[in-house]
């Protein structure tokens, strides 16, 4: 590991420089960085027990799991050689030296993973969308496990190959680290408002001329339909947590990469993509079918008529009682 990160004492605090990308750096003492952990990992077991019959049906949901795992396992390893301080394990040599060096390692990984992770679970939506079956069958859950698994070990790969990456270590006596902030996280979210603030406009502005261009073969109503009703479904339940999102853009509120990739982010994006595979979904079949959708915080109700003049949103409640669920994430 000295190959890939070249370490070097130095009085003060812990630094990290990291010339081929640009990160923003706080100073964080242990003492608080292990209490925050350990309330994130106990808010992510809470979403994910809460949401178990939603998680094990998607890529999303797999990877919520693995975050959680890594999570508390991280916990309590930095805990547990926080407390004990200087000891050996099998000749292994332990002191606070290491809680900053493995928090700023795990720091790089997570730094790495918010835009594939974003582009593999709307894929993972896209792909189940489209799929005729309503049962995730345990060779899908396999490969989900396995596409997890495969990407931490991409990811931490990535940070140890980086050439240019050298770890500054200095003295532990302070118990402060330097932690590092994602900027994939602000990435992500700038292009999501630019897509629903773009999805709004063209649903609501008069574009008619625009809409005819970009769906020849739909009628105009329904792709508006479709997009209205998309957007407002994921905006009803995730408006507060959007907006709590821009609030802490705009006030730079820092927050370390720890902290910024937990799974409410990622329930988040799960929610934002079904949207969009909604939408795309709805332009490209060319079948009729009635569509119930739910990820676990959303409900998606769609009642597709194409080739109609109209696409009927919603039906009655004794109809809904015969329709058919064809996707579940």
Not at 70 to 95: K, P, Q, R
Request: charged residues 10%; neutral net charge; glycine residues 4%.
């Amino acid at each position: 590991m000295s190959n890939c990160w070249p370490a070097t004492r130095k009085t003060g605090f812990l630094n990290v420089v990291i010339s081929a990308l640009d990160y923003a750096t706080m100073e964080t003492s242990i003492p608080s960085f292990l209490l925050v952990l350990w309330l994130k990992s106990l808010l992510n077991w809470l979403v994910v027990v809460v949401q178990r019959h939603y998680v094990i049906r998607s890529f999303s949901g797999f990877f919520c799991i693995s975050l959680a795992l890594i999570d508390s396992l991280l916990s309590f390893v930095l805990t547990a050689v926080f407390y004990l301080e200087d000891f050996n394990i099998s000749g292994w040599h332990f002191t606070g030296y290491n809680i900053c060096r493995l928090a700023q390692i795990t720091c790089f990984i997570y730094t790495m993973l918010h835009w594939p992770v974003f582009l593999l679970v709307g894929l993972d939506n896209f792909w189940k969308l489209s799929s005729s079956s309503t049962h995730t069958s345990w060779k899908q859950k396999l490969t989900y496990c396995a596409g997890v698994g495969l990407l931490w070990i991409l990811a931490a790969l990535y940070v140890f190959s980086e050439p240019d990456g050298v770890l500054l270590l200095g003295d532990d006596e302070k118990h402060q680290c330097e932690l590092l902030s994602s900027p994939q996280s602000a990435q992500v979210l700038v292009a999501l408002l630019l897509t629903v603030t773009g999805v709004i406009l063209y649903s609501y502005a008069p574009l008619e001329k625009l809409r005819v261009h970009v769906f020849p073969h739909f009628g105009q109503q329904s792709c508006v339909v479709c997009l209205r009703r998309a957007m407002c479904t994921f905006l009803n339940t995730w408006t507060s947590f959007l907006v709590l999102m821009i609030v802490s853009q705009l006030l730079q509120i820092e927050m370390h990469a720890h902290l910024q990739l937990n799974v409410i982010w990622l329930c988040f994006l799960n929610s934002f993509s079904v949207a969009l595979a909604l939408c795309v979904h709805s332009f490209t079949s060319s079948s009729k079918k009635n569509d119930t959708i739910t990820d676990g915080f959303c409900s998606w109700y769609f009642c597709f008529t194409y080739g109609a003049d109209e696409w009927n949103y919603g039906q009655q409640s004794s109809d809904r009682a015969q329709d058919k669920t064809l996707y579940n994430v």
